[in-house]
């Protein structure tokens, strides 16, 4: 564990993290078309802390530490992904708090509210074969200095489901170079063994890149998701289950 | 080189869950007044050549085998005029 | 319409003389004249239209009914399935009891006409119908597959309706949010025109929540939310799905018929999750005392159906149906076939929390009617009367047909085609390259192309998925408790006996549960047969149902529940007669289940079971020869238990870590793909004094693959030989490549991109 | 009741992998000449009232904020002539 910034536990435990005597309280917005929502709440769970359902019409965050949006197609998504989102009730205050520095973790399609949130840079647009594709997807770790990513060591390579009809990431190119020289592209699609290079890129996003955060790094929007991939069973690897303890472990700090 | 523009719009007996959502969420953007909403699109052909009736007789083929699907879709193939985009006023 | 032009029941009276164009709706003469009996009088046009749309084969079963009671009258009476079954034939899914409290309902359906028309949408609102069949029961849906057959894969409309149908599944499963965990892809000309898009969804509730589709209480309100209702599809599933096909008579052919395409329905599936939470929500507040969901015949059916389920009458009033154009007349608003509608009996005093809740999900909902204390079914219009039926008389009393059927005069023929007469591979090389071949077949090439469109993740309950023998679903986290599903068919096999072909389907979706180490509990099925009016396609189904039925009370399995799609046929050419089977088995315990790779180096392969010389239908004779005669393999329903028994205990007591079922393709299919899934090779030994081709291509039943640690062999073999199980040592898990010893070998790279690079090549 | 026409298309420079789809089954269809193919969205939307320059600056907003998303896409917001659908000859 090479956690470096400031804030992060350099030895992040892995099991129930307390502040103040309580778990760390990390909620999970429900939009009526949220799909991944009850799988980011056990995420939390498993990681060690409290999972608090956040409704979308509501703009109360109910004293939580963290919030995650998760995956799913918020309002059916039929215009583009995360459009309306943007404007519910519950997004103008996680909005604001992001601003003051609350960890936010956009996974997928919440991923596509925080760009078009204007909390991340950048869009996401149809997959460049034009089909949903779901599989099990290697990425990089290029950034672990985010409230998200600690657990994390810098270049380690981990794989979790990735599954989306647009999840093409792109910007223009000042805006690429910009993230590029800032340290703000925090994974990147990458081919795993015995696969070949060409076959990284799952959906044509600009320059590999599958995750990104914003200057402060409280903001951490990726298309994959770590919250499919906590259990052995159930997922590919227990790769994702880092996302969870990081933030949980900043909370106890 | 022309600009030929084919719009592509749901029959009008047909479900549009796209115009809906559109719709469905301008109250909750203070929009009012707005009657309907239809979501379709837009194919614009930059054709090589000139557009005369043998063209347009070709693109218009194009449009109902392909660009369109004619069981749930009409669809419509105009030469753009000049200066088209005549945005509103900002 | 105005009042004048109004067809009131008054009117209808006063007009006996009036024609009405029952020919058009589909109705045969004497089914008009019934009718008439049953009311006393001439229909009104609604009248018409409620008993044309009910009265079609699709909702009526007029011609399946006579053999489909069968499955009742057969279903076993004893043992776990019998004893599982909580809600069985007849209702909108079975309810099957897998413990701890929990049931579990699951069903399979046919979109295929529709989604000949158009792929994308007909495959979509094929997903919405079963997934709102199963929210019916009460039940919240955790999960869908889809059983496909298509035309021949390179075949030009092949490349517009595959494509369409996959996406169609994946827009409206993934955006719903259900995980897809499995289904089929068969490719072959006789689907040309006819292809078979059967969809399945499963269920999960406690016991308490089973809920019926009934109108109970006099006073009670009926309440109609969802999808505001369009013109779209009007008579349009069932009218279609009832009569031959013919795509020539697209559009107007001049004969003066009315256009059997119907205006297609666009599905909405943001509005379907909506309705899945917004019903489970008012579900478990206790506010529903019958609910139905609006599928084929819309309106009609889900008034008639309720009313005459439940004890009472139906009062409706058709003006309060919320609209999305104004300018539907009364028939079309009964008829109409719009998306995402339900329709619940809710006590009047708990209305207002109803829409509540449906307000909370942003649906919407209105109060349509109400149940009456007499017995008709009355539906109004501008406060006129125009419907005033006995519900039963719409819902459940239609026509039953006893049509003629004969066994075809070309099945002798058929079977003495024997393809043992067929030249084979003579040495290593020629068996190499009739295993290549094979692999890369559309059919028996991998199908991933197709399935990673489909999200398999979401809900985080799936524990198998594509490409295993079965989907497998954690229901219960604590405890562990799961179910696994399967669905085969083998359209081959059916044409050359239908009888077997059925129980060769049951055998193999049975065998692909046990598999992974589920205890095979109940039965779906999906028929789909061409023209009734065809008595070689009607002794098809006939004896399709009779052998599925046989065995079912073999086996144990009770049917549940299913669908029949007739009228696959486009002319004289009707599809293989195609009975697809879906098995439903529960695990105690999902950590203890088998997936099918060879993932570790240094385990045994053992095969199960029997090997004979059986190529009738095989995928070799269709891949090498074209080939199709014979007769099908043999189907020994009681080996068939003794092999699940024997999977079941080895994965309960952990003595297997692969287990893969052997089935169309034979072992060469059954090793190439575990150890493609693992990626790791395997070392084979043709045993002696067996025909290596035979062993590798051969299709006998009741066959598995197992991959056992060295300390486990003695516990296994002795299980194996205590019960009578042929267990053969063939191989071990090694290396980086195939290699049949003394044949030939396939590295894992070759062996792979020969498996799947041909989808993508046809359709990418 | 006044017809709005919004056009949004992806800017230039951003790949527009459906328009570049359908341009690439064109020579399998036998159409040649065709030198560019983009897709967008066409949006109608049905005004209430009269479509004066307030009414247009509001859709204007509309479009800016919500039917495009101006990071990756342009727009166009014009109101609909009376004969709008001149079909090409059959
Ligand atoms: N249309 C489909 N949708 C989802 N899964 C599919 C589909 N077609 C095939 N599969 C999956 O691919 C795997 C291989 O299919 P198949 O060869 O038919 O299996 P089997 O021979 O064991 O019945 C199975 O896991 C099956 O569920
Ligand atoms: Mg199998």
């Known amino acids: ?93 996680i909005v604001e708090q992001a601003k003051q520095g609350m960890p936010v973790l956009g996974i997928c399609n919440g991923f596509q509210v925080l760009c078009e949130s204007h909390l991340l840079p950048g869009a996401l647009t149809r997959n460049d074969h034009l089909r949903f594709i779901c599989r099990d997807q290697r990425l990089r770790v290029e950034n672990n200095r985010t409230a998200w990513t600690t657990d994390y060591t810098e270049g380690q390579e981990i794989t979790v489901p990735l599954k989306n009809g647009e999840g093409g990431y792109v910007a223009d190119e000042r805006t690429l170079d910009a993230l590029e020289a800032e340290g703000r592209v925090v994974f990147r699609y990458t081919a795993g063994p015995g696969t070949p290079e060409e076959q990284a890129n799952p959906n044509g996003s600009r320059r590999d890149i599958a995750g990104i955060t914003n200057e402060a790094g409280n903001v951490v929007g990726l298309m994959p998701h770590p919250e499919h991939a906590v259990e052995s069973l159930t997922g590919p690897t227990t790769d994702g289950l880092g996302f969870f303890t990081s933030a949980l472990a900043r909370l106890v700090a | 080189m022309a600009r030929v523009v084919v719009d592509v719009m749901l ?80 | 319409m105005t009042s004048q032009s109004l067809d009131t029941v008054e009117h209808a009276e006063r007009t006996p003389g009036t ?88 069903k399979v359906e046919s979109h295929n006409h529709p989604s000949y028309v158009e792929p994308y949408q007909g495959a979509a609102t094929g997903i919405g119908g079963i997934v709102r069949d199963i929210i019916a029961m009460g039940a919240r849906p955790v999960a869908v597959m889809d059983p496909l057959r298509f035309g021949a894969a390179d075949h030009p409309d092949t490349r517009r309706v595959l494509p369409g149908v996959v996406a169609g599944i994946g827009g409206y499963g993934n955006c719903l949010g259900l995980p897809n965990i499995g289904g089929e892809v068969v490719f072959d000309a006789c689907y040309q025109g006819n ?162 809740i449906c307000e909370k999900w942003e649906v919407t909902a209105t109060v349509v009617g109400e149940v009456t204390d007499g017995d008709r079914l009355e539906i109004f219009w501008h406060g006129e009367k125009i419907v005033d039926v006995d519900p039963r008389t719409v819902a459940h009393e239609g026509p039953v047909y006893e049509r003629p059927y004969a066994r075809p005069d070309w099945q002798d023929a058929l079977q003495a085609d024997d393809p043992g007469r067929l030249p084979r591979p003579a040495d290593g090389k020629e068996l190499r390259a009739a295993a290549l071949a094979l692999l890369s077949s559309p059919n028996q ?83 789909n047969f061409g023209s009734p009016e065809d008595p070689a396609a009607m002794w098809q189904f006939a004896e399709s149902c009779r052998g599925l039925a046989d065995g079912c009370r ?122 493609l899934k693992g990626g790791k090779g395997a070392r084979i030994v043709v045993p002696d004094g067996t025909d290596p081709f035979v062993f590798l291509f051969s299709e006998s039943q009741g066959r598995a693959l197992v991959a056992i640690p060295r300390s486990e062999e003695v516990r296994f073999t002795d299980m194996c030989a205590a019960r009578g199980m042929p267990a053969e040592r063939i191989g071990v898990v090694d290396g980086e490549e195939l290699d049949i010893q003394g044949q030939f070998t396939l590295p894992l790279t070759e062996l792979r991109e020969a498996h799947e690079r041909t989808l993508p090549e046809l359709f990418g």
């Open chain 3, 195 to 356: 292809p078979l898009v059967n969809a399945l969804c499963v269920g999960v509730m406690k016991h308490e929540d089973i809920h019926l589709a009934k109108a109970a209480g006099t006073g009670n309100k009926v309440v109609l939310y969802g999808a505001r209702t369009g013109g779209d599809g009007i008579g349009g599933a069932s009218i279609l799905a009832s009569e031959t096909f013919d795509a020539a008579a697209d559009g107007d052919s001049g004969t003066g018929r009315p256009s059997k395409r119907p205006a297609v329905q666009v599905g909405d599936p943001f509005q379907e999750k909506l309705l899945i939470e917004c019903t489970l929500e008012a579900f478990h507040a206790g506010l529903v005392v019958g609910i139905q969901d609006l599928g084929a015949a819309g309106l009609s059916c889900a008034t008639s159906e309720l009313a005459s389920n439940g004890s009472g009458g139906m009062r409706v009033e058709l003006d309060d149906v919320p609209l999305r154009d104004s300018s539907l007349s009364p028939e079309e608003i009964l008829m109409s076939e719009s998306q995402e509608r339900m329709c619940a009996v809710v006590e009047p005093g708990n209305v207002e929390r109803f829409l509540e």
């Open chain 3, 554 to 675: 073999e086996l144990g399995t009770p049917v549940t529940g299913g669908n029949v799609s007739l009228y696959n046929q486009t002319g004289e050419a009707a599809i293989h007669p195609t009975p697809v089977v879906g098995v439903l088995g529960v695990i105690d315990d999902v950590t203890r289940r088998t997936p099918m790779a060879f993932a570790d180096e240094g385990h045994l392969i053992y095969l199960l079971g029997e090997t004979a010389e059986e190529l009738g239908g095989s995928a070799w004779s269709q891949v090498a020869h074209d080939h199709l005669g014979g007769r099908p393999p043999r189907v020994d329903l009681e080996r068939e238990r003794l092999l699940g028994e024997i999977l079941i205990a080895a994965s309960r007591d952990g003595m297997a870590d692969a287990a893969h079922d052997l089935s169309d393709g034979g072992l060469i299919q059954a090793l190439a793909e575990s150890c």
């Open chain 3, 19 to 106: 024609e009405l164009p029952w020919a058009e709706l589909g109705l045969k003469e004497d089914e008009y004249a019934r009718i008439r009996e049953i009311l006393g009088r001439r229909p009104t046009g609604a009248e018409l239209a409620m008993y044309s749309v009910m009265w079609s084969e699709h909702c009526s079963y007029k011609s399946s009914k006579v053999h489909l009671r069968q499955f009742g009258e057969k279903a076993p009476t004893e043992g776990p399935g019998a004893e599982a079954m909580l809600v069985g034939i007849g209702e909108q899914a079975g309810v099957v009891d897998v413990g701890q409290g929990y049931a579990v309902t699951f």
């Open chain 2, 11 to 90: 029959k009008p007996e047909i479900l549009d869950p796209q115009g809906q959502a559109v719709q469905r969420a301008l109250p909750r953007l203070g929009f009012e007044g707005i009657a309907d909403v239809r979501q379709g699109k837009r194919f614009e052909l930059e054709v090589e050549g000139p557009v005369d009736a043998a063209a347009l007789r070709r693109i218009h083929e194009l449009a109902e085998t392909f660009l369109a699907n004619t069981v749930i879709e009409d669809f419509t193939v105009r030469v753009e005029e000049p200066a088209v985009s005549e945005e509103a006023p900002a």
């Open chain 3, 445 to 527: 090439a991998g199908k991933s192309w197709i399935t990673d469109q489909y999200d398999r993740y979401v809900l985080g309950e799936t524990v198998l998925a594509q490409p295993e023998d079965s989907g497998m679903i954690r229901i219960d986290e604590e405890s562990g408790l799961g179910v696994a599903v399967a669905t085969d068919g083998n359209g081959r096999y059916a044409k050359l006996d239908p009888y077997e072909g059925a129980r060769l389907a049951l055998a193999e979706a049975y065998r692909n549960v046990a598999a992974t180490g589920a205890r095979p509990l109940a039965v779906t099925d999906c028929l």
């Open chain 1, 1 to 93: 564990m090479t956690g470096t910034t400031g804030t992060a536990a350099t030895s992040a435990p892995t099991g129930p993290a307390r502040t103040a005597g309580r778990l760390g309280r990390i909620g999970v917005v429900t939009f009526p078309g949220s799909l991944d929502d009850r799988d980011a709440r056990r995420a939390i769970r498993i990681a060690g802390g409290e999972p608090v359902a956040l409704w979308h019409r509501d703009k109360d965050l109910h004293q939580v530490d963290a919030v995650v949006l998760p995956g799913g197609f918020s309002y059916g998504d039929y215009l583009r992904c995360g459009a309306i989102a943007r404007f519910s009730p519950v997004m103008q205050t």
